[in-house]
Nanobody, 121 residues
Framework: QVQLVESGGGLVQPGGSLRLSCVAS????????MSWYRQAPGKQRELVAT???????NYADSVKGRFTISRDNAKSTVYLQMNSLKPEDTGVYYC???????????????WGQGTQVTVSA
């Protein structure tokens, strides 16, 4: 059974930094794209950043130049380095990984449980 476990969230002052991690485990055959989403209170979940299995990255305009997504394929882990944090970055951050598991013919999306990030003075 696939599990995605996130860590690294917390409370930080504006201008501070956090690093989120998401580790996938459980019957994984291949991992394709890995992404981070976030959901602020009262708002829809939005895509923050994506990294392909080839290493190409894409970011939401609101985080470009401040956030960096990376991956360690050997550890089945995706990271999100968040710098120069702003109060509007507050929300629950979710990892999303497109992967194929044993005995299934196609890859599908899996979600982490979410980790809270709060940016406040």
């Amino acid at each position: 059974q696939v599990q995605l476990v996130e860590s690294g969230g917390g409370l930080v002052q504006p201008g501070g930094s956090l690093r989120l991690s998401c580790v996938a485990s459980g019957g994984i055959v291949t991992i394709n794209a890995m992404s981070w989403y976030r959901q602020a209170p009262g708002k829809q979940r939005e895509l923050v950043a994506t990294i392909t299995n080839g290493g190409s990255t894409n970011y939401a305009d609101s985080v470009k130049g401040r956030f960096t997504i990376s991956r360690d394929n050997a550890k089945s882990t995706v990271y999100l380095q968040m710098n120069s944090l702003k109060p509007e970055d507050t929300g629950v951050y979710y990892c999303n990984i497109l992967l194929r598991v044993v005995l299934e013919p196609y890859a599908r999306n899996f979600w982490g449980q979410g980790t809270q990030v709060t940016v406040s003075a």
